[in-house]
């Protein structure tokens, strides 16, 4: 028998009756707060519509000229002067280069992204599976650079040890291609480290798919004694194959647009021939890689326009594409689901639903329980084969990145007639005697606490705007078209490439509004990389907690504002903080978007700028780039921009690393706050 | 068992179903069965549904002309099968619905005279007279003390000694102070899921509400917190007017003065617990409350 007192209730003991004025105040307070989020999340729609329009104006000069317009898509002669009237302006090669890159990289990174994803989630217990798979995404925020240097340092040699083996050459020359000298930078080299790139994002975004199929399907298949494969084919895949499409096409968009890799390793050789392991050019390297010689206003700078817009036509049309796939539409995704057949053999005619499969297996009830020799073997195969992809793309990326970081490590460490701490030392203020500055010997500390000053630039322009946009989108944003607006930009923002970010931030804030290069451009630029990323993290973050805890505190009488405010969003923030550093990290790395706006070479006065505008910075990326350049230059017979190189790398990761793993920590830290034996 | 399927098949919108009920309840009426709703003084009511009629975005009504009166410091259970609309019911009282999903509503419903449905009415002052305890035990993931302050901060009390009142004085009602023994920051969480629910409670009447609605509050606790619940329930009464929605008949006979029992978005029978447990007027109710669908 339980006893429950209600002697003591005083129901009268306060009256809670909020006075009239009060309510007022609240609900208009309420108001206000909606509309300043809306106000806020509509800049996303301005950037974008920037962004169109200024890449269109400082483009214009060349639409005078609509012969020099085809010209550019059809002939391969590259040879810019002042005016239209004069030189050439034939990019076919690097448009025909884009996708030389963009194909092999894709094909080579659904093999790899979509078999590791399959093999994680059907052929691993999820606890495992969970333990690997952070090992896959942080392969995504490894900066470009690094991957460009590892496939300038390695993979030329790598190659030509390959290729040069006569039974390789046999085999190539049985398929009528005969391997000659392998040049330094390839296609395929470029193509392999934008696959490592990509890799992860499909990984990821399809594991995530995967993942969230019914239990039920997957029981049901089960128990009709379905194999993980036939499990696989039947129900997971028709489940998730929308968004496995989706993060292709969003993996392909990232690799055509991707520029320092490119620009690093494939040497800008106007070569136009179907041949992976020659040198050649993209539309993204010819921009960087001209950039310097296009003075303002000048036909050349024009046709980069051009070309950085007909880039980002190309990657709109895939995002396109890839929201089409996502939403209903059945057409268009048909014409996917053909145009990438020999992916499409796993739906293997069985791609409706469980329920066919289930009825076929009906009938034959009984021999699925004694489960057939050959099936059991398929099975078997298939998750051999995908085991081996998993581990041959852990294995090459992180044997590169290892490999490579040893050698920065060696560059510290190994014995030589310097001692460790003198090379630190050296490394990181420079060094007064030595005569070479130009070369490099100026230490990274300024390129350290610059790299430092622009992420956190960039994170007190973008911070702000992404968390508001990201929490009008999930909590306040009434359905109707500005929000489908505001949706979209932010999508379409996430695919612009960065050397178009670079371009348009370049002419509307460093010509436009004279900022010249800066550390306010530059933070313009990476500002407008971060939003995307952290308004979804934010979107996810909230989407993460229950919303429950709104509802009971607007049952008691709150407005929807204070719900959130003071249940919803403390609960949200330890993952949203995580999302801020990861956010952090990433763009740490990012370089083309400098290159035009903020970065420079030269050693400045001050560790931390003193100005906004018209004092370019130095940033750790940039340095890499930079150094690189200067490999094959000799000082009395030595080699000297590579090693330097390669220490800015492993400071670079080892800024990256901290950021990374300082996101976690921040999570599992301010979580104790509120949570309770983790949950919320 | 196949008259009852053929029944929900002819009648898919609770407005057809709305127009062969009637007809049933003048046939009734015409036999000479007294099946009128109870009736109650202004001064005995609590809210009183005229035609009132709710639909969730551009589908058809989901509740259809709702027309009764629930009486002051009486436990009111609504039954009826799953997807009947009780909830719906249940929250147009304290709007709780268009929080959930865009709506549209006709006639009225009043409370102390007020419609509440009038573009005058604040909702934020509406939700602190009508509180709501929802299906599984959700305290906010803080303290006990923080759980039960929430309301009567966000309305304005400030003062300390006020808010340490207001937090035991709940607590006590719920019969949670003594059990808990002072250990008031404590996380919420730490409690048992009755417990929880009971902490629910006390912060629903920290707000000092008129009416107390209970969606199903016992539903995921086990028999003995259940029981500790509804003894609570029939206490409450002595102070507040509390509605109940239950899928279990025991609990509704146990506990209630009056039962509404809704069928299609319609409230078919509306009397006194006994009666519509000991000799319903229709067959559908019956049906329903043997067990014989649900
Ligand atoms: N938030 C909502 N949005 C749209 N339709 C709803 C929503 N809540 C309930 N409904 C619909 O209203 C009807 C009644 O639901 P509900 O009131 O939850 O019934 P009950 O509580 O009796 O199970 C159902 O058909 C349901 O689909
Ligand atoms: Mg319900």
Same mark, same amino acid.
């Given at each position: 028998?339980?006893?429950?007192?209600?002697?003591?209730?005083?129901?009268?003991?306060?009256?809670?009756?909020?006075?009239?004025?009060?309510?007022?105040?609240?609900?208009?307070?309420?108001?206000?707060?909606?509309?300043?989020?809306?106000?806020?999340?509509?800049?996303?729609?301005?950037?974008?519509?920037?962004?169109?329009?200024?890449?269109?104006?400082?483009?214009?000069?060349?639409?005078?000229?609509?012969?020099?317009?085809?010209?550019?898509?059809?002939?391969?002669?590259?040879?810019?002067?002042?005016?239209?009237?004069?030189?050439?302006?034939?990019?076919?090669?690097?448009?025909?280069?884009?996708?030389?890159?963009?194909?092999?990289?894709?094909?080579?990174?659904?093999?790899?992204?979509?078999?590791?994803?399959?093999?994680?989630?059907?052929?691993?217990?999820?606890?495992?599976?969970?333990?690997?798979?952070?090992?896959?995404?942080?392969?995504?925020?490894?900066?470009?650079?690094?991957?460009?240097?590892?496939?300038?340092?390695?993979?030329?040699?790598?190659?030509?040890?390959?290729?040069?083996?006569?039974?390789?050459?046999?085999?190539?020359?049985?398929?009528?291609?005969?391997?000659?000298?392998?040049?330094?930078?390839?296609?395929?080299?470029?193509?392999?480290?934008?696959?490592?790139?990509?890799?992860?994002?499909?990984?990821?975004?399809?594991?995530?798919?995967?993942?969230?199929?019914?239990?039920? +399907?997957?029981?049901?298949?089960?128990?009709?004694?379905?194999?993980?494969?036939?499990?696989?084919?039947?129900?997971?895949?028709?489940?998730?194959?929308?968004?496995?499409?989706?993060?292709?096409?969003?993996?392909?968009?990232?690799?055509?647009?991707?520029?320092?890799?490119?620009?690093?390793?494939?040497?800008?050789?106007?070569?136009?021939?179907?041949?992976?392991?020659?040198?050649?050019?993209?539309?993204?390297?010819?921009?960087?890689?001209?950039?310097?010689?296009?003075?303002?206003?000048?036909?050349?700078?024009?046709?980069?326009?051009?070309?950085?817009?007909?880039?980002?036509?190309?990657?709109?049309?895939?995002?396109?594409?890839?929201? +089409?796939?996502?939403?209903?539409?059945?057409?268009?995704?048909?014409?996917?689901?053909?145009?990438?057949?020999?992916?499409?053999?796993?739906?293997?005619?069985?791609?409706?639903?469980?329920?066919?499969?289930?009825?076929?297996?009906?009938?034959?009830?009984?021999?699925?329980?004694?489960?057939?020799?050959?099936?059991?073997?398929?099975?078997?195969?298939?998750?051999?084969?995908?085991?081996?992809?998993?581990?041959?793309?852990?294995?090459?990326?992180?044997?590169?990145?290892?490999?490579?970081?040893?050698?920065?490590?060696?560059?510290?460490?190994?014995?030589?007639?310097?001692?460790?701490?003198?090379?630190?030392?050296?490394?990181?203020?420079?060094?007064?005697?030595?005569?070479?500055?130009?070369?490099?010997?100026?230490?990274?500390?300024?390129?350290?606490?610059?790299?430092?000053?622009?992420?956190?630039?960039?994170?007190?322009?973008?911070?702000?705007?992404?968390?508001?946009?990201?929490?009008?989108?999930?909590?306040?944003?009434?359905?109707?078209?500005?929000?489908?607006?505001?949706?979209?930009?932010?999508?379409?923002?996430?695919?612009?490439?960065?050397?178009?970010?670079?371009?348009?931030?370049?002419?509307?804030?460093?010509?436009?509004?004279?900022?010249?290069?800066?550390?306010?451009?530059?933070?313009?630029?990476?500002?407008?990389?971060?939003?995307?990323?952290?308004?979804?993290?934010?979107?996810?973050?909230?989407?993460?907690?229950?919303?429950?805890?709104?509802?009971?505190?607007?049952?008691?009488?709150?407005?929807?504002?204070?719900?959130?405010?003071?249940?919803?969003?403390?609960?949200?923030?330890?993952?949203?903080?995580?999302?801020?550093?990861?956010?952090?990290?990433?763009?740490?790395?990012?370089?083309?978007?400098?290159?035009?706006?903020?970065?420079?070479?030269?050693?400045?006065?001050?560790?931390?700028?003193?100005?906004?505008?018209?004092?370019?910075?130095?940033?750790?990326?940039?340095?890499?780039?930079?150094?690189?350049?200067?490999?094959?230059?000799?000082?009395?017979?030595?080699?000297?921009?590579?090693?330097?190189?390669?220490?800015?790398?492993?400071?670079?990761?080892?800024?990256?690393?901290?950021?990374?793993?300082?996101?976690?920590?921040?999570?599992?830290?301010?979580?104790?706050?509120?949570?309770?034996?983790?949950?919320? | 068992?196949?008259?009852?399927?053929?029944?929900?098949?002819?009648?898919?919108?609770?407005?057809?179903?709305?127009?062969?009920?009637?007809?049933?309840?003048?046939?009734?009426?015409?036999?000479?069965?007294?099946?009128?709703?109870?009736?109650?003084?202004?001064?005995?009511?609590?809210?009183?549904?005229?035609?009132?009629?709710?639909?969730?975005?551009?589908?058809?009504?989901?509740?259809?002309?709702?027309?009764?009166?629930?009486?002051?410091?009486?436990?009111?259970?609504?039954?009826?099968?799953?997807?009947?609309?009780?909830?719906?019911?249940?929250?147009?009282?304290?709007?709780?619905?268009?929080?959930?999903?865009?709506?549209?509503?006709?006639?009225?419903?009043?409370?102390?005279?007020?419609?509440?449905?009038?573009?005058?009415?604040?909702?934020?002052?509406?939700?602190?007279?009508?509180?709501?305890?929802?299906?599984?035990?959700?305290?906010?993931?803080?303290?006990?003390?923080?759980?039960?302050?929430?309301?009567?901060?966000?309305?304005?009390?400030?003062?300390?000694?006020?808010?340490?009142?207001?937090?035991?004085?709940?607590?006590?009602?719920?019969?949670?102070?003594?059990?808990?023994?002072?250990?008031?920051?404590?996380?919420?969480?730490?409690?048992?899921?009755?417990?929880?629910?009971?902490?629910?409670?006390?912060?629903?009447?920290?707000?000092?509400?008129?009416?107390?609605?209970?969606?199903?509050?016992?539903?995921?606790?086990?028999?003995?917190?259940?029981?500790?619940?509804?003894?609570?329930?029939?206490?409450?009464?002595?102070?507040?007017?509390?509605?109940?929605?239950?899928?279990?008949?025991?609990?509704?006979?146990?506990?209630?003065?009056?039962?509404?029992?809704?069928?299609?978005?319609?409230?078919?029978?509306?009397?006194?617990?006994?009666?519509?447990?000991?000799?319903?007027?229709?067959?559908?109710?019956?049906?329903?409350?043997?067990?014989?669908?649900?």
């Amino acid at each position: 028998m339980i006893q429950t007192e209600v002697d003591n209730l005083k129901v009268n003991d306060f009256i809670v009756n909020p006075a009239t004025s009060q309510l007022q105040k609240r609900e208009n307070f309420y108001k206000l707060i909606i509309l300043v989020l809306q106000i806020i999340s509509v800049s996303t729609i301005i950037i974008l519509v920037a962004v169109i329009s200024i890449m269109v104006w400082f483009g214009s000069p060349m639409f005078a000229y609509p012969d020099r317009l085809l010209q550019m898509v059809t002939e391969n002669k590259w040879f810019p002067e002042d005016h239209f009237e004069d030189g050439e302006y034939g990019a076919l090669a690097a448009i025909a280069g884009t996708f030389m890159v963009g194909i092999p990289a894709l094909i080579l990174s659904i093999i790899w992204g979509v078999g590791l994803a399959i093999f994680l989630s059907e052929y691993t217990r999820e606890s495992i599976a969970r333990k690997i798979q952070p090992a896959v995404e942080f392969v995504a925020s490894v900066p470009s650079v690094i991957f460009g240097m590892i496939a300038f340092t390695y993979f030329f040699s790598w190659f030509s040890e390959f290729f040069t083996q006569e039974w390789i050459r046999g085999i190539m020359l049985f398929f009528g291609y005969k391997v000659e000298v392998i040049p330094k930078g390839t296609y395929l080299a470029a193509a392999v480290a934008l696959a490592f790139m990509t890799t992860p994002i499909i990984a990821s975004i399809s594991l995530d798919a995967m993942r969230s199929t019914p239990l039920m +399907l997957r029981n049901s298949a089960k128990a009709f004694g379905a194999t993980k494969w036939e499990i696989f084919k039947t129900v997971v895949y028709p489940h998730s194959k929308k968004t496995i499409f989706a993060s292709i096409l969003l993996g392909f968009g990232r690799a055509i647009g991707e520029t320092m890799v490119v620009l690093m390793v494939l040497g800008n050789a106007p070569v136009l021939k179907l041949d992976l392991l020659v040198n050649g050019m993209t539309m993204t390297s010819v921009i960087s890689g001209y950039w310097g010689e296009a003075s303002e206003g000048s036909s050349l700078q024009a046709a980069l326009f051009v070309l950085g817009l007909l880039l980002l036509s190309i990657t709109a049309i895939v995002v396109y594409l890839a929201s +089409l796939i996502t939403s209903e539409n059945k057409a268009v995704f048909r014409f996917v689901d053909v145009l990438l057949k020999p992916f499409n053999y796993i739906g293997d005619g069985l791609g409706s639903m469980a329920q066919r499969f289930m009825q076929e297996l009906e009938l034959t009830e009984m021999q699925i329980a004694k489960m057939s020799k050959r099936r059991k073997l398929a099975n078997i195969i298939i998750g051999v084969l995908l085991g081996t992809i998993l581990l041959s793309f852990i294995l090459a990326v992180y044997v590169s990145i290892g490999r490579f970081l040893i050698s920065g490590m060696d560059y510290f460490f190994a014995p030589g007639e310097t001692s460790s701490m003198y090379r630190i030392n050296v490394t990181l203020r420079g060094d007064p005697k030595n005569t070479f500055v130009r070369l490099g010997l100026i230490g990274l500390f300024t390129a350290i606490t610059g790299t430092i000053s622009i992420v956190t630039m960039s994170a007190a322009i973008s911070f702000p705007v992404a968390t508001i946009t990201g929490i009008y989108l999930s909590e306040f944003a009434p359905e109707g078209r500005l929000t489908i607006w505001i949706r979209q930009s932010i999508i379409n923002i996430n695919a612009i490439p960065s050397i178009v970010v670079g371009l348009f931030v370049y002419a509307l804030f460093s010509v436009g509004l004279n900022m010249g290069a800066g550390i306010l451009p530059g933070s313009i630029a990476l500002s407008i990389m971060m939003i995307p990323i952290i308004t979804t993290n934010t979107i996810e973050a909230l989407n993460n907690i229950p919303s429950h805890h709104m509802s009971s505190a607007i049952a008691l009488g709150a407005t929807r504002w204070e719900a959130f405010w003071k249940h919803k969003f403390p609960y949200a923030l330890p993952n949203i903080f995580t999302g801020y550093l990861l956010g952090s990290a990433r763009v740490s790395g990012e370089t083309a978007p400098l290159l035009f706006t903020a970065a420079t070479f030269t050693p400045p006065a001050t560790p931390i700028p003193t100005n906004l505008t018209h004092q370019a910075i130095r940033v750790l990326p940039y340095e890499i780039y930079y150094r690189l350049l200067y490999t094959t230059t000799r000082v009395n017979g030595e080699k000297v921009g590579s090693d330097w190189a390669v220490a800015a790398s492993v400071v670079l990761m080892l800024f990256v690393l901290t950021l990374t793993v300082a996101g976690y920590f921040v999570r599992t830290i301010i979580r104790r706050r509120y949570a309770y034996n983790g949950e919320i | 068992m196949s008259k009852q399927k053929t029944e929900i098949k002819e009648f898919n919108t609770p407005e057809e179903f709305y127009r062969k009920y009637l007809k049933i309840r003048e046939e009734h009426r015409s036999k000479g069965f007294e099946n009128q709703f109870p009736n109650f003084s202004d001064k005995e009511t609590e809210v009183e549904f005229r035609n009132f009629h709710i639909a969730y975005e551009e589908k058809p009504w989901t509740l259809y002309n709702i027309d009764l009166k629930i009486p002051k410091n009486k436990i009111v259970a609504i039954i009826g099968p799953s997807g009947c609309g009780k909830s719906t019911l249940l929250r147009s009282i304290n709007r709780m619905n268009e929080e959930m999903a865009k709506i549209r509503t006709q006639g009225e419903i009043l409370i102390e005279g007020e419609n509440i449905y009038s573009p005058k009415v604040n909702k934020m002052r509406l939700r602190t007279q009508v509180g709501m305890v929802f299906q599984k035990p959700q305290p906010f993931p803080r303290s006990i003390y923080e759980n039960i302050a929430f309301g009567p901060k966000l309305h304005g009390i400030k003062k300390k000694e006020q808010l340490d009142r207001i937090v035991e004085s709940s607590l006590q009602s719920v019969g949670l102070f003594e059990e808990i023994e002072g250990r008031l920051d404590d996380h919420a969480y730490g409690l048992s899921g009755g417990q929880q629910q009971r902490l629910c409670i006390a912060r629903t009447i920290a707000v000092r509400p008129q009416i107390i609605l209970a969606d199903e509050p016992a539903s995921a606790l086990d028999p003995k917190s259940t029981y500790q619940i509804e003894d609570l329930l029939l206490k409450l009464k002595e102070d507040f007017t509390v509605v109940i929605v239950t899928h279990n008949m025991q609990q509704a006979a146990r506990i209630s003065d009056y039962s509404i029992f809704m069928y299609n978005g319609v409230v078919v029978e509306y009397d006194k617990t006994e009666n519509i447990f000991e000799k319903p007027v229709y067959e559908l109710t019956e049906n329903y409350i043997s067990g014989r669908f649900g």
